[in-house]
């Protein structure tokens, strides 16, 4: 007789849609892998995120350009994400955005919500269609600037009281306006404090029409390395250093 093979069964679907309170939007929650964070999903999370999503849809417009009606949200286990992405507490492709549920397990009363709000926003960033429902990309932007922008959203607006992307004296040697994520949010606090209020907009608006560096002295009157350099020495100031 031969080895005795072991079947071992597939966990059976969590899956729950849920629709927004406007009825435009569907968010679809796949918790099959973390079954134990439904709960909390579905309570703590899909009503931060049917809040927020067509907030920054409205904050950051392109015409023409429509965001993604539905948005699929799954949790899995770091185990079971790609290599390269099991440190990361999550990560959006398209309208779909999956959770690292070691991560969100940990930091349910942390930074589990937050970084759900920082992946919406690349939802509108990269997922609009046009009205043949075509992806519209131009030039693709520098990672730094969409991850700042994110972080932005997420640290100046969502929870600005949580003072997550600062600038201080263990960090300001090595910070850079392009160092991108709380250090370039950081950088573009100031900038739309300073320069242009409108910049989130302006920003996502050259992802899709395209974007130069140059761009920054018509949307400032400065150029990037300049507004980089006025940044710095603020900063350098404030810190009394």
Avoid: C
């Amino acid at each position: 007789n031969g080895p005795k093979l072991i079947r071992i069964e597939k966990p059976k679907p969590i899956v729950k849609k849920f629709p927004s309170k406007s009825g435009k939007f569907n968010y679809i929650l796949d918790s099959t892998d973390a079954p134990d964070l439904a709960g909390w999903a579905a309570e703590k999370l899909i009503p931060v995120m049917d809040e927020w999503y067509p907030r920054i849809i409205e904050m950051l417009p392109v015409p023409g350009v429509t965001s993604s009606t539905d948005i699929t949200f799954t949790l899995k286990r770091a185990e079971n994400l790609p290599q390269n992405l099991r440190g990361v507490p999550a990560y959006a492709s398209g309208a779909s955005v999956v959770f690292n549920a070691d991560f969100m397990r940990r930091e349910v009363g942390g930074e589990a919500v937050g970084a759900g709000i920082h992946e919406i926003v690349h939802v509108v960033q990269f997922a609009g269609r046009d009205e043949n429902g075509r992806i519209t990309r131009g030039k693709r932007l520098p990672t730094w600037v969409t991850e700042g922008a994110a972080d932005y959203i997420r640290w100046f607006l969502f929870e600005p009281e949580k003072n997550g992307a600062r600038i201080n004296q263990r960090n300001f040697a090595q910070a850079r306006h392009d160092s991108s994520y709380r250090i370039s949010a950081h950088f573009f606090d100031w900038v739309i404090k300073n320069y242009d209020k409108d910049l989130m907009e302006h920003i996502n608006l050259s992802i899709h029409k395209g974007y130069r560096e140059e761009i920054w002295k018509t949307w400032t009157g400065k150029t990037l390395q300049e507004l980089g350099s006025e940044w710095k020495e603020a900063n350098r100031k404030r810190l009394g250093l």
